[in-house]
Structures are given as structure tokens and as C-alpha cells.
């Protein structure tokens, strides 16, 4: 019989359960909740122990009631699949799945599981029969046909819907389920309330599943588990009893004495709240980029311009918006609620300009980069075909290790389809899973290197450690990301470093302009996205360096 393994990221291997292990661990899991039952504490099943789903069941199992002891005891659920099976013995050891900037993660998660015994993490269906409340955080994708063209894409309703209907086979009628996860409006009482309604009825149950949503706002970096409890929440429940107990249960869970709960009347203002406020801001960023081109082209800063308008309060919040707009919920969520208008509530009027506008820009401008590279090595006689091109971060946002939808990753790609040999340093980062595992990551045959020619050697794209090796030998830099290790670099350092005249194209705004006239000073070449004003620094430098030949 031919064993399956799940591998972790960092190369540990976990047998896949067997039919014997299923019955071995629903007895402990019984066991663990009668316990549980009697220190009057309710049981929490969290689905998913993903990205967001391992801090919310950290959070929840981190729970004291006003007398300083634990109230909710914590079940995170993971499908036994090769992929992400490990999580679950991973998690039992006290040790986070998910790599984190964060310091309070990893302690509270150890503390949770080994300390205060209110967390531990399973593979079996089983645990939902135990539940008092289940939280959902099954990611619902947006698959995209195309860059640049989000109506060309989908909705990947079915993991989710699958999973709704094997809660709803095991879970009592008094069991609440939240849906956490970023959904289609229109999905809680459109799509989970009636299969799960259906199964209800075959069970012979005739009270209506107790369904609500709320979605999350988890940010990456030095603040996630805090963005999880210590901030804002939107929810709403399909009938009164839903909406009570979700409150309840949020207000128990969450911060909300300084960050206050609004509930909303019905399920699909909710699921609108979270489109409509990742539409606005994707929306904003989308929006500089004609800017940005107007600002290179007519010799504008476009970071001066920027922070000159931000002087004013009302206009505080105008972003800069550097080489793409990665994370998991702003490239995607616009597209969610353009599919449900069509696909969940049938209306086939086309009403939506901006929001796919917005995406469609936002997924193309890291496009842009490659042809400023381009343009800088052109200028030094060099080309880009062969050139060794350094690329300073892969994550998509600073000082976080995320990658997902990560404008650096188009750039790597386009530089790679004109023949460009590419080398990247992340400080935050020890694999990059969409190149190195890019034939099945993030799922199969859903890769980018689709969109793209020459992507097969990209596999062998590792990050460097060493940023001074990194430099060695480069004909171009680029800065793509913020990362506070790539505020301060030095000029003649990484003049010395890489140890000939190279191409520096600044994609956030980083260099000042000393520092761009530096480089030039030493005889290398920098472009940068809305940075219009070099070509006056560059000819500024030129003039200088005729002066002194002359004098």
C-alpha cells in the first residue's frame, strides 16, 4: 500500500491519515470537549488554519471571561490533503503554520496549545458534531483568464460550497456558523443558506441553519493578530437568533469595547461592505497610475506632488501606489462582486465601470517596470537580453514575507519573457512558491507563467540571502519594494558592491533626490515609476561633471 505524505515548507514529512486514525481521533476529540464542557467553556470550530484562520483560532482560544479564565476552547479543522495535511501535527506542537512578522503569534499559539490546552487542530469531519460555534475561513478564489481583464474570471465557489454542505450534515440546529471569508454578496443567503437548508431538511430538522457572516481584516506584518482583535468588525446573521449569537460571540472573542461591532440588517450588506471597501481602495491606487505615466513623461515628482496635496486633511489618504497592488483581497474582491451581480442575482446589464477598471490597472502597471528597465539599460548601450537584473523584494506590501499577487512577481516574469537573467533578495522571505513550485502553486494550471514565454527556468529562482553577494555583478537594481533594509542604502556602497556602473529603477519612491544624484555622479543610469525629475538631476549631474572637466 503506497503511503501519502503531506511536506511541510520546511521539508518535514507527515503520513496522511488512515481509516483507522479517523475513529482513534474523534475519541480524543470527544474526550477533550467532555472535558471542556465541564470548565462551562464553549467549543469553537475554526475551518481552515490558513492565513487567517490560524490567528482567529489563536484569538478565540486566547479568550478570558471577566474573571481571567479561558472560555472558548478551539478545534481548527484542516482538510487531510497533501498540501496542507501537515498543518494539523504542525499546529499540535504548539508551533504556528503560518510565518509571521508578528511576535505575538507564534507565543500565544505555543501558549494556547501546550499552556492553557485550549487549542489543538484535527483532519476529521467528525468535529463539527461537537461544535457550538463554526467559523469558515475557506478561502473563495477569483481565477482570472486573463491579466488585465477581470470579467474574463470567476468565482471558485466550490471548495466553499462543499465544505457548507458537510457542516451541515454533521452540526446541530443550534449550531452557529459564521462565514468569515471574503464572499460574493449575496452568498450567505443565497448560496449556503439553501444547501444548507436542504440538508437540514433530509436530517429532518425544521429550524433554519443559524448562518452568518463577517468578514474579516487581517493584515500581514507587524500587526496581524491585532487586526484580527483589536479592530473594527462588520457582521449580520439570516434571521434574529443568528444575528444575537453573532454579536454575542464576536463581542466575547474580540476587542470591541474600543473597536466597536456594527451589525448590519441582513447578510449581504456585510458581504458588500468588505467588496465595496477593497473596491474603493484598489480603486484610489488604481487611479494614480495615469498620473504616474503624465508625471514621468512631463518631467514630474510625482512624491513631491503627492505630499504636497496631503498637506491637506481631506485628501490625507492619496497613496503612492509603486509597481502593482498585491495581497490576497484588493487584486480579487472587485471581481467577486462583478461576478455576483450576474451569476448570483441574474441581471445581465453591464453596471460596473470602475471597479473592473480598477483591477485591470492595478493588475498590469508592474508591467511598466520591465520597460523602464529596459529604457535605463539602453541608455548605457546595454541590452536587457542576457543582462543579470537584481531585484530588491518579492512581497507584496513592506516589511511583511506575503507574495501573494505580488506586483515583483510580473516583473520577474516580464523581464524573464525579454531574456533577462533574474536574482532577487526578500529579507522576509525564504522561498518564493510561485516560481519554485509554479506548476502547481497557487493551484494547478493557474500559475501566471501561463501569461508568459521563456517562465520554465524560473522554477530554479531561489532568494538570495546575502544582499552584498546579491549586488555582485548586476546591471540593473531595482527597488520594488519598501522594505525598511532598502531605505538607507548607500550609493558608493552598492556602487562597490556590485562593482560597475548599473541601472537603478526606483519603483516606491526611494531614493531621494541626493541620492538618484549620486548615482548618476558615479555613472549609472536611474529611471523610476512618477519620478519625471530625474532626467532635469540627470542633466543637472552632466552639466556639473562638463564644469569641473573645463575648468
Known sequence: MTVEYSVSPDGEKFALPEKADYTKEIRRLKTAVVRQKKLNREIVVVMGVGFVGA??????????????????????????????FWKIPVLNRGISPVVSEDKELAPMIQRC???????????????????DVVVVDIQCDYHKEDIGNVRNGHAVMGPLEESLAIMAEYISPDTLVLIETTVAPGTTEQIAYPIMKKVFQRRGIKTDPLLAHSFERVMPGKNYVASIRDFWRVCS???????????KFLNDVLNTKDFPLTVLD???????????????????LAFMDEWSLFAERNGVDLLKVINAIKVRPTHSNIIFPGPGIGGYCLPKDGGLGVWAYKHIHGFEDDIFKITPMAININDTRSLHVGQLVRDALRNMSRPIAAADILLLGASYREDVGDTRYSGSELIVRKLTEMGANMRVHDPYLSNWWEFEKQESYPAKDHSLARFFRNQDRLSDLKIEKNLKKAFKGADAVILGVRHSHYLDLDPDQVFKSVGNTFAVIDCFGILDDDKIKRYFELGCEVKGLGRGHIRRIKDDARKRKTDRRNA
Not at 490567528?55 to 486566547?62: C, H, P, Q
Not at 501546550?114 to 469531519?125: C, P
Not at 441582513?266 to 484610489?284: D, G, H, L, M, Y
Open 55 to 84: 490567528a482567529m483560532a489563536a484569538v478565540v482560544a486566547d479568550t478570558e471571561n471577566n474573571k481571567g479564565e479561558p472560555s472558548k476552547y478551539v478545534i481548527g479543522m484542516q482538510r487531510p490533503s497533501p498540501r496542507s
Open 237 to 247: 446573521g439570516i434571521n434574529a437568533k443568528a444575528k444575537r449569537r453573532v454579536a
Open 266 to 284: 441582513k447578510p449581504i450588506e456585510s458581504e458588500t461592505a468588505k467588496i465595496i471597501e477593497n473596491s474603493f481602495r484598489a480603486t484610489i
Open 113 to 131: 496549545v501546550l499552556d492553557k490546552k485550549t487549542l489543538t487542530a484535527t483532519f476529521t469531519y467528525d468535529v463539527l458534531s461537537l461544535a
